[in-house]
């Protein structure tokens, strides 16, 4: 390690900040199906998910790649990307993020953070094309849509199905077995939930240092950032955020064990499919998406979509809004530092 600057620390600082908040803001997408069903005690059902996405945190590295050297380029300037843009996406996706989880809405921490790095790039290079557009449309834009009706989709064929295979059998029945089998597939979604989100902020880390002349960009991601992000996403899990668990597992519908089943293993295989091919997706987004889906193939009126509404909506604008925080931010710190 050579070119360490303050800047450079300050990154790597937000980033973290960052991954800490975005385990507690999503720690909804792991356990709130498990802890509305009473299959586990909000106690070990965030025990359970910390250590999960501690694990899975450390597994791949092709969402981080992507974040690193897909959307934004390294070499865009001659002295590489400054530090303050991507500190100013990191402070445009942190308070987005605080603002969502303040008033209970489930939100992507994902597309907060791309849009905020767009913005903030594109206000520092006035450039458009500083942006990596074909990776942004196939790695985000796509799987911002695409993923969400997959989790839909899923979510509803199993629930269909798991209606046709289990009709003859009572709900008492029911209901013991799949609140075993619920915490499998809530352990799955942790494990899942790790193997995407934290990746953001190693990308992050390791776009910086790269920036910075401290890095290869073919090097990978260094092992001591996949471990501080890791223990940071994990940590901010074990908090937990009870605002958003309680709209994604009370407001939006009521769940039984085996709608939690559903739910959970439809949006965990959603987002390992999408962590395979390298895809930064909303867990927030997929496991909203198949719960909506479960409740729908038991009755259309099962869903809230009062709820949903809000929950969409916000789906839809927080990339414009974050492309705007970051570049607000952006601005800010050129005229602090007179750039």
């Known amino acids: 390690m050579h070119n360490i600057s303050i800047s450079l620390i300050v990154v790597i600082i937000l980033a973290l900040g960052f991954d800490f908040i975005n385990g507690f803001h999503d720690t909804a997408n792991s356990i709130a199906t498990s802890v509305s069903t009473r299959v586990l005690t909000p106690r070990a059902a965030i025990i359970m998910s910390a250590c999960l996405n501690f694990a899975g945190a450390l597994v791949s590295i092709k969402v981080a790649t992507t974040i690193s050297k897909g959307i934004v380029q390294s070499s865009g300037a001659t002295d590489g990307i400054p530090q303050y843009v991507i500190i100013a996406a990191l402070l445009g996706a942190i308070i987005w993020d605080l603002l969502t989880w303040y008033f209970g809405i489930p939100s992507s921490s994902s597309h907060a953070l791309i849009g905020s790095l767009v913005g903030a790039a594109m206000v520092s290079f006035w450039n458009v ?150 895809s930064p997706v909303s867990t927030t987004h997929v496991i909203s998406s198949a719960i909506m889906g479960v409740g729908s193939a038991k009755r259309f009126s099962a869903v809230r979509w009062s709820v949903v509404k809000s929950i969409v909506i916000t789906w839809f604008i927080t990339l414009p809004l974050t492309f705007l925080l970051g570049g607000m931010m952006a601005f800010i710190c050129k005229l602090f530092l007179h750039l």
């Open 129 to 278: 094309n500083i942006i990596m557009w074909t990776g942004v449309i196939e790695k985000v834009i796509i799987p911002l849509f695409t993923s969400p009706v997959l989790g839909f989709i899923i979510g509803f064929c199993i629930m269909k199905l798991l209606f046709l295979l289990l009709k003859r059998f009572s709900q008492r029945t029911v209901n013991k077995y799949f609140s075993k089998l619920q915490i499998v597939s809530a352990a799955l979604m942790a494990y899942s939930h790790g193997n995407n989100d934290a990746q953001k902020s190693m990308g992050i880390i390791t776009l910086a240092l790269v920036s910075a002349g401290a890095w290869s960009v073919n090097a990978g991601i260094p092992l001591w950032v996949k471990l501080l992000c890791a223990l940071s996403m994990a940590f901010g899990t074990s908090v937990g955020g009870w605002k958003i668990i309680k709209t994604i597992g009370v407001n939006m519908i009521k769940l039984q064990p085996i709608g939690g089943f559903a739910a959970e293993t439809s949006a965990a295989a959603v987002i390992q499919v999408m962590t395979a091919m390298g």
